[in-house]
């Protein structure tokens, strides 16, 4: 069988070759590149523009965004026909393509949120493997725990009040830094979209833009959500064990902490979602006012076949209900965890309306193609590109976070208080 | 000891020395020199003549082209097709291309895919006529763009080609093509498209589906050469490309093009 002629339904007129080639991985690329990009930003808010409130959540958010990094190429990678292939991007880049760039800008913020991670955890390195040293006979574990974080000191242990001064003006630079970039890193992705002159419906300058404004949306919405879920087993578990360790936080300290923290996150999550919607409004009046050749079918694909996913499902639930729950006053943690939910929802509906509802008309611009989503797999194909490969994609990044927070803990201040 | 300062600066004057020095020597790849020297000799650019008037829809150019190629026979994607247009007494355009029209087009009935099938009758029939579609070899060819890797190049004499070791296939060459010639081979899973038969038309041979066609509807020739029997015809004829606002300059002319056709 042809790639794609699977999960295609054609209808009316439509060239023979012509099938939904960009599939469920090509929906979850952008969704997830949009998360990493959304985290950092989040983390930023606090390291550069010093908002005080986001301290505890820039944190978690920058860990959160070095996970979600690792997850962020595996969709373009079990998209690919030739996974094994996919170096070559590396290796012989081709620079007038849009995804060419996918190497020099991934690697590029790879390592600026790297570095910065090693600035803010550099102290804790240095009095982890300085703990390990003292102690006599260590245990196979500990011996191994000594040996990383001895490696990840890079030799430096010096945690002198002035070193860690140098530090915070290093972690302040990568920050900064770090903005544009996460913003190239999304916009880009935005590019690849944008820059397609043969698609009616993606080719717009606006489209990195939007991308960027989902992602941000998108990425604080997780981070609100992760930090939740975080914060409740950190609650439940001091429920247990306030009698064994007097030392940590009671659970209405916690509790305190938590809803404050929320409600400063989700101010900034609804003006980015405001600022996301205004301009794929904008898009679309655009589009129905200039009404060039190919408006018919994009008409007839954005308010009659896909009415439902964009109107209802992205514009509806995935925004306006969250809007809402957010702009009425009083956010509980409750209904914080429904609002972001429904935004990530939103955000990953507008990713799918894109990519699927990009290839939902033909090029002869006078017949439909539907896309089937395989939901039970039955070979490799029907794995990678279905459900279940996008799942597992989605789950990746918070599998890499509790190993990665294993390293870098999260609320390690707050332990310290 | 050499100070910090120093040291980068001594290590940038020197870098930005050897990038003067370096850029006033041109080094000369002998097989540029002798591709330059030859290219104004024997200039060849392959262009396509299509006369619409000429094609009677049997499908013999497609059932050929899939066995040249070794595009499997029964799979859904074809590197030429034949599209029909019919436009009725009422104003309505009906097209099809069943199969790539593989196997011709043996019925009236038009072929809607999940539509079904639409049965117009032939006094309702305004006009009707058959478009052959190939890929354009473009002079400014989006798919080539695209390619993160280089893997579709464009020949010295205008071939679009396609490397089946490099393609890593993403598909991006496939959603940039706005012509739909693009897709995945179903054995090398690849990017796969019409050539113009390449393998032949550097052997002097004539692309199989201008060989196949009992007509003469489809012909190949040299733009570059004023004598050439494609040339002349599109210099004094009327023709037409495919989808001129892309801007991407295709080599396949049309005559007796229609509006309609898209």
């Known amino acids: 069988m042809v790639h794609g002629e699977l999960w295609t339904v054609k209808e009316l007129f439509v060239t023979p070759n012509e099938y939904i080639y960009w599939s469920i991985q090509i929906v979850m690329y952008p969704f997830m590149t949009g ?85 803010l955890y550099r102290k804790h390195f240095v009095e982890v493997s300085l703990a390990l040293r003292e102690k006599q006979d260590r245990t196979l574990g500990e011996q191994i725990r000594y040996l990383i974080f001895c490696t990840l000191t890079l030799g430096v242990y010096d945690i002198s009040e002035e070193s860690l001064h140098r530090d915070e003006k290093a972690i302040k630079f990568l920050a900064a830094l770090g903005i544009p970039v996460a913003c190239f890193l999304h916009g880009y992705a935005g590019f690849i979209f944008g820059s397609v002159k043969a698609n009616a419906l993606w080719m717009t300058p606006l489209m990195p833009v939007i991308f960027i404004m989902s992602a941000i949306v998108s990425g604080i919405a997780l981070c609100m959500l992760t930090y939740i879920v975080a914060m409740e087993i950190r609650k439940y578990l001091a429920k247990r064990k306030r009698a064994a360790y007097a030392g940590l936080q009671s659970q209405d300290q916690l509790k305190s902490v938590e809803i404050s923290v929320i409600q400063m996150t989700a101010k900034y999550l609804l003006a980015f979602l405001v600022a996301a919607i205004s301009l794929e409004i904008l898009d679309l009046i655009f589009r129905g006012y200039t009404a060039l050749k190919s408006w018919d079918v994009l008409r007839s694909v954005i308010y009659d076949r896909d009415f439902k996913t964009i109107f209802l499902m992205q514009y509806g639930i995935g925004n306006l209900v969250p809007l809402i729950l957010f702009l009425i006053p009083g956010i509980t943690i409750r209904r914080a965890v429904l609002g972001v939910l429904l935004v990530l929802f939103g955000v990953f509906m507008m990713r799918w309306n894109v990519v699927i509802g990009g290839q939902a008309f033909s090029l002869t611009f006078a017949g439909y193609m539907h896309y089937h989503l395989p ?9 990678k590109e279905g459900l279940v490969g996008a799942i597992a994609i989605f789950i990746m990044p918070f599998a890499l976070f509790t190993v990665i927070s294993k390293i870098f803990p999260v609320f390690e201040t707050q332990k310290a208080r | 000891m050499i100070s910090r300062r120093k040291f980068l600066k001594n290590t940038a004057l020197g870098i930005a020395g050897m990038g003067i020095s370096l850029s006033a020597l041109e080094i000369i790849d002998p097989r540029k020199l002798f591709a330059e020297v030859a290219a104004d000799k024997a200039a060849v650019r392959w262009a396509f003549l299509v006369d619409t008037y000429k094609c009677v829809g049997c499908g013999l150019c497609v059932k050929a082209c899939k066995e040249e190629n070794e595009v499997p026979y029964d799979a859904n994607v074809t590197r030429t097709w034949v599209e ?40 309702g029939i305004e006009k009707a006529f058959f478009v052959p579609k190939l890929c354009n070899q473009c002079d400014n060819p989006p798919c080539v763009q ?103 300059k295709p080599q396949v002319y049309y005559i007796g093009l229609d509006e309609e056709v898209r």
């Open chain 2, 146 to 248: 695209v390619c993160p890797v280089g893997a579709t190049y464009q020949a010295a004499d205008g071939v679009v080609l396609v490397d089946r070791k490099w393609c890593i296939g993403c598909g991006y060459c496939i959603m940039g093509c706005p012509y739909g010639v693009r897709f995945f081979h179903p054995v090398h899973h690849t990017a796969e498209k019409c050539n113009f038969c390449y393998h032949r038309i550097t052997k002097g041979l004539k692309s199989a589906c201008v060989q196949a066609c009992p007509f003469g509807a489809r012909q190949i020739g040299n733009i570059k050469d004023p004598n050439d029997p494609v040339t002349v015809a599109i210099r004094t004829q009327r023709v037409g490309v495919l989808k001129s606002e892309y801007g991407t």
């Open chain 1, 375 to 383: 939901i039970v797999p039955h070979d490799w194909e029907t794995v």
């Open chain 1, 35 to 119: 998360l990493v990009a959304g985290a950092f930003v989040l983390s930023s808010l606090y390291h550069v523009f010093g908002i005080q409130q986001l301290k505890d959540m820039a944190r978690f958010a920058l860990v959160f965004s070095f996970a979600l990094l690792f997850a962020a190429p595996m969709p373009i990678v079990l998209h690919l026909q030739f996974p094994f292939r996919g170096v070559e991007i590396f290796m012989t880049p081709h620079f007038t393509s849009a995804i060419a760039a996918f190497g020099i800008v991934f690697f590029t913020y790879g390592a600026i949120v790297a570095s910065e991670l090693w600035f």
């Open chain 2, 84 to 123: 029909r247009y019919v436009l009725t007494k009422t104003g309505k355009l009906y097209a099809d291309t069943p199969k790539g029209a593989r196997d011709g087009f043996t019925t009236d009935k038009i072929d809607l895919n999940a539509d079904g099938i639409k049965d117009i009758s032939k006094e």
